[in-house]
């Protein structure tokens, strides 16, 4: 039996491409600046976000992680989504790190959210910290792949400058978002003063983000990456992929097709989901109401062969990524309905 892995899009396996790519890169030290494949894949990706220069580092962790180090000082305040990645997902890096305070504040990425960022900067009082930094995150992870519109970042923004901090967007799925939202990545990394994109989601390599920004900016986070261990000497292997990633993009239109088609077969079992509602490559079911438990409809799925996560409670998450076909989605489906049929 084929298992259908829909837990994530981090579990894709690199193509016969990109391992011939990785066999095959032109490597040097990374440390030293030296790698010259590596150098390919900073200058890409800068120009892909539209900024001056990148890093690439291991995870999206250690580059947002990057980021409010360089941003920020110690004792100072970070406002994110309470639904935020960084918040839930990066084992409070910030606190033991940067030495930051996260300010969570729900519904954030929604239609108020220059009201709610305004109103959540910190005045000036020797009481109080100093608020420094905004994140978005776009798509947002939590919110089952939501996208943030250009204009909603576009006045965000403006208002940060304003107030004279700065904008790190955690932009993991920023692919995901762009095509969503009919725009290039840079088109919404413009309205950031720093972008973290991930390699080793939707786009398939198997290792890798950037960090993008200001050129001082970056070369400031590249000494930080050596202080956390991300230095990876010959690390071409790795950029060798992700070249390949950043070049081949099309398939995330299926993706978001596939999550649309699964979503819709959701609905037809009877199940609150609206296809309307997928804007990307994920799709979250609701169990609340069900006659069975998040941790039992999970396990009888995985017998079924259907791999599927759950970071919420009663909520279930499927993802579609490169390595599910829309041939799987119809197999996914049917084995959904056996696991229901089983537990109801």
């Known amino acids: 039996m084929k298992i259908i892995d829909l837990r994530s899009d981090t579990v894709t396996k690199p193509t016969p491409e990109m391992r011939r790519a990785m066999a ?13 494949t590596v150098n390919r894949l900073e200058a890409l990706a800068a120009e892909k976000m539209g900024k001056e220069a990148a890093l690439f580092v291991p995870s999206g962790s250690m580059g947002n992680q990057l980021a409010l180090m360089v941003h920020c000082q110690r004792s100072e305040e970070v406002v994110c989504d309470s639904e935020s990645h960084i918040f839930h997902y990066e084992m409070a890096a910030a606190a033991v790190l940067s030495g930051v305070q996260l300010y969570t504040v729900p519904g954030l990425h929604g239609g108020e959210a220059e009201e709610l960022i305004a109103a959540h900067i910190r005045r000036s009082s020797p009481h109080l910290p100093v608020t420094r930094l905004v994140c978005l995150e776009n798509t947002l992870n939590r919110g089952g792949g939501s996208v943030m519109p250009r204009e909603r970042m576009a006045g965000v923004y403006r208002l940060v400058k304003e107030h004279g901090l700065a904008l790190h967007l955690d932009g993991a799925r920023i692919f995901n978002a762009a095509l969503a939202l009919g725009c290039e990545a840079a088109d919404l990394a413009c309205h950031a003063d720093s972008v973290m994109f991930c390699l080793s989601k939707g786009l398939g390599a198997p290792v890798g983000s950037l960090l993008a920004g200001e050129r001082g900016f970056i070369e400031k986070a590249r000494r930080y990456r050596k202080l956390l261990g991300g230095g990876m000497r010959q ?33 037809a079992m009877g199940f609150a989901t609206d296809p309307g509602q997928v804007e990307t490559n994920m799709v979250m079911l609701d169990l609340g109401q069900a006659p ?19 970071g919420r409670r009663h909520v279930v998450r499927f993802v ?21 049929d089983i537990l109801s």
Do not use: C, W
Not at 255 to 264: P, S
Not at 329 to 339: Q, V
């Open 320 to 340: 579609t990524h490169l390595d599910v076909s829309m041939a799987d989605i119809g197999e996914a489906l049917s084995r959904i309905k056996k696991t229901v």
């Open 292 to 310: 069975f438990t998040t941790e039992d409809f999970l396990a009888q799925l995985a017998k079924e062969g259907v791999l599927a996560g759950s």
């Open 235 to 267: 690390a071409g292997v790795l950029a060798a992929a992700g070249l390949l990633a950043l070049a081949n993009t099309e398939h995330l239109a299926e993706d978001h097709d596939k999550a649309r088609v699964l979503a819709a077969g959701l609905a």
């Open 24 to 36: 095959e890169a032109e490597v040097g030290d990374d440390v030293y600046g030296e790698d010259p």
